[in-house]
């Protein structure tokens, strides 16, 4: 069974960093892409990162562009998400989520999120 | 960055009315277009992908179509557990945006 555990969230002050963390298992962690997708509360979902399987592209949204940073260990099966900089509008539930093999963006499997607040 | 609008916003049907969700992409992503269905306090579920594809184990009562920038999301006769929130998304190009999610309500 396909299983994504985000771990980290919590509560920072504006300008503070934070780092989530997301165990995959049930699967073979270095063939797929992963995603980190949030959700601020009451609004809908924004792509945020993805990283490819060996690390080779990454992409980010352009809000969190220079401020965030991807990465995994394959040998660990884990995926990080870096949040610096932080800021009141990143405050959301982030999720840990696989892309399919064929095609990065496309989602199939997602953690059950990791609330990240940013309030003084 | 490609921009994705979905419409309508809400929608209120009753059980077994048949439900047509649309999403438009602002420019072409061939067939690249998801479909996610989530409820209160979940994460996202993967309905259909590249546009037409049913994700295994969802009811063959969802269908997709479209290609190009024009797609639809039909719920050919809605269940009570398909009363959720519903989102188009993206993947053509990074960023992969989704669209701003149709509120499936009861009437």
């Known amino acids: 069974e396909v299983q994504l555990v985000e771990s980290g969230g919590g509560l920072v002050k504006p300008g503070g960093s934070l780092r989530l963390s997301c165990a995959a298992s049930?699967?073979?962690?270095?063939?797929?892409?992963m995603n980190w997708v949030r959700q601020a509360p009451g609004k809908g979902l924004e792509w945020v990162s993805c990283?490819?399987?060996?690390?080779?592209?990454?992409y980010y949204a352009d809000s969190v562009k220079g401020r965030f940073t991807i990465s995994r260990d394959n040998a660990k099966n884990s995926l990080y998400l870096q949040m610096n900089s932080l800021r009141a509008e990143d405050t959301a539930v982030y999720f840990c989520?696989?892309?399919?093999?064929?095609?990065?963006?496309?989602?199939?499997?997602w953690g059950q999120g990791a609330l990240v607040t940013v309030s003084s | 960055d490609i921009q994705m609008t979905q419409s309508p916003s809400s929608l209120s049907a009753s059980v077994g009315d048949r439900v047509t969700i649309t999403c438009r992409a602002s420019?072409?992503?061939?067939?690249?277009l998801n479909w996610y269905q989530q409820k209160p306090g979940k994460a996202p579920k993967l309905l259909i992908y590249?546009?037409?594809n049913l994700q295994s184990g969802v009811p063959s009562r969802f269908s997709g179509s479209g290609s190009g920038t024009d797609f639809t999301l039909t719920i050919s006769s809605l269940q009570p557990d398909d009363f959720a929130t519903y989102y188009c998304?993206?993947?053509?190009?990074?960023?992969?945006?989704f669209g701003q999610g149709t509120k499936l309500e009861i009437k």
């Open positions: 049930g699967f073979t962690f270095s063939r797929y892409s």
């Open positions: 990283i490819s399987f060996g690390s080779s592209f990454i």
């Open positions: 998304q993206q993947s053509y190009s990074a960023p992969y945006s």
């Open positions: 989520a696989r892309g399919d093999t064929a095609v990065a963006g496309t989602i199939d499997y």
């Open positions: 590249a546009a037409y």
């Open positions: 420019e072409s992503i061939s067939n690249f």
